[in-house]
């Protein structure tokens, strides 16, 4: 899949984990299915921009902000053609 979409969820995940939640947590304040997080955090499900929109605003982030996280890991992710592992930013 898409570097961006396993990036963005890669930066779900970090700011999930950095205010202390679960994934219940999480998903309970953005209105979300916990399975269907998960998913997003693997980067196995592509989330709509109403869905972005949620989880920018339960994690206290703009969605500029949260889309940069994600275009810098994804960036990282990929140094002279060789993928690396998750980087946190």
Do not use: D
């Not at 209105?31 to 998913?39: A, F, I, P, Q, T």
């Not at 940069?68 to 053609?81: D, F, L, M, N, S």
């Amino acid at each position: 899949m898409n570097h961006i979409v396993s990036s963005f969820g890669t930066t779900v995940r970090q700011l999930r984990e950095q205010h202390g939640w679960s994934q219940e947590a999480l998903a309970a304040r953005a209105e979300l299915n916990r399975s269907y997080l998960g998913e997003l955090e693997r980067g196995q499900a592509i989330p709509s921009l109403l869905t972005i929109h949620k989880l920018s605003i339960a994690l206290g982030s703009s969605l500029s902000n949260l889309m940069a996280h994600a275009e810098r890991i994804a960036q990282t992710r990929t140094v002279r053609g060789i993928e690396l592992t998750a980087i946190a930013c």
